[in-house]
């Protein structure tokens, strides 16, 4: 029995004196978002969407501001084969990332759409989607070579009618490369257009693009990765790498997998719980 509340004592302490680096922890996740993958905003409404990854249900969940689950809409006919990232539309629309692939093998990736959602999800509780299928314009191979696995898709935005699609590599010789991918925001079978790609930095476990968001009026764009966010402004139209780039050190290492703007100056950002780390809902500030 001691050596029991020894144990969760030292537990606690060791969660109650935890370093977030610059990170503002509003709150403790519930466990079933272990998996936490992707967050959106509507301007007309409180809550904060979110969704979890490979193997969990196709829903979408309202969180409070501290991250507590206000809300769970099902999305009825959309598997959750491997959900990564949410984005919106000006029109409350919104885009479930189904683009997983973390082996690159899949010849088939999907975009689930829900109009009118910011509006329909403080109605329903389960809302059907329209999907886009799509297919990547420089892939192959399923899967390709180690060298080359850089098809998975974990970040996602939405800008003038169209979706743009951030990869994560994974390839053996990680070179730091991101590849931007353009797709029609409509339901309909396309291949992703591959426009830009950016090196971000050469560390794989640092460097490689896990979210991403874009603020409401289009000017910025947030990547996310496990201990940074870069901040991309004043860019050229779909040319999002031509402008500014500002990385902000997050001063705290874990699985981060969501990011949306707050407002222009301030952050979401959640995490996966990994063993000590994560599991957390998190603000940040940009000034």
């Known amino acids: 029995m001691k050596t029991f509340l020894f144990f969760s004592l030292s537990i606690l302490m060791l969660t109650s004196c935890q370093d977030y680096g610059k990170l503002d922890k509003k709150g403790d996740l519930d466990r079933s978002l272990a998996e936490i993958s992707g967050l959106a905003v509507f301007?007309?409404?409180?809550?904060?969407?979110?969704?979890?990854?490979?193997?969990?249900?196709?829903?979408?969940?309202?969180?409070?501001?501290?991250?507590?689950?206000?809300?769970?809409?099902?999305?009825?006919?959309?598997?959750?084969?491997?959900?990564?990232?949410?984005?919106?539309?000006?029109?409350g629309t919104l885009y479930i990332s189904d683009t997983g692939n973390n082996e690159?093998?899949?010849?088939?990736?999907?975009?689930?759409?829900?109009?009118n959602f910011a509006n329909l999800a403080q109605l329903r509780e389960s809302l059907k989607a329209?999907?886009?299928?799509?297919?990547?314009?420089?892939?192959?191979?399923y899967p390709p070579s180690l060298r080359n696995?850089?098809?998975?898709?974990?970040?996602?935005?939405?800008?003038d009618e169209y979706l743009y699609m951030f990869t994560r590599n994974r390839s053996r010789n990680f070179d730091g490369i991101t590849k931007v991918y353009k797709l029609p925001a409509l339901p309909g079978t396309f291949e992703a257009e591959l426009i830009d790609e950016y090196y971000v930095c050469d560390d794989l476990n640092t460097c490689a693009i896990t979210g991403a968001d874009i603020s409401?009026?289009?000017?910025?764009?947030?990547?996310?990765?496990?201990n940074k966010v870069l901040i991309l402004s004043d860019?050229?139209?779909?040319r999002f790498f031509s402008g500014n780039i500002k990385t902000?050190?997050?001063?705290?290492?874990?699985q981060k997998e969501g990011?949306?703007?707050?407002?222009?100056?301030?952050?979401?950002?959640?995490?996966?719980?990994?063993?000590?780390?994560?599991?957390?809902?998190?603000?940040?500030?940009l000034d």
């Open 259 to 285: 990011v949306a703007f707050k407002n222009d100056s301030t952050l979401y950002l959640v995490d996966e719980r990994r063993a000590q780390t994560g599991g957390n809902f998190y603000e940040f500030s």
């Open 216 to 226: 409401a009026d289009g000017s910025k764009i947030a990547l996310l990765t496990t």
């Open 104 to 115: 690159n093998d899949r010849e088939d990736q999907f975009i689930y759409i829900i109009p």
């Open 43 to 91: 301007s007309n409404d409180s809550l904060i969407y979110t969704a979890t990854d490979h193997g969990n249900p196709n829903s979408i969940y309202g969180l409070d501001p501290s991250g507590n689950i206000i809300r769970e809409i099902a999305i009825s006919n959309a598997p959750n084969e491997d959900w990564e990232d949410l984005t919106k539309d000006s029109n």
């Open 235 to 238: 860019f050229d139209g779909e």
């Open 130 to 141: 329209q999907k886009i299928t799509f297919t990547l314009s420089d892939q192959d191979d």
């Open 248 to 254: 902000y050190d997050l001063g705290y290492n874990s």
């Open 149 to 159: 696995l850089n098809f998975d898709i974990e970040a996602l935005i939405y800008k």
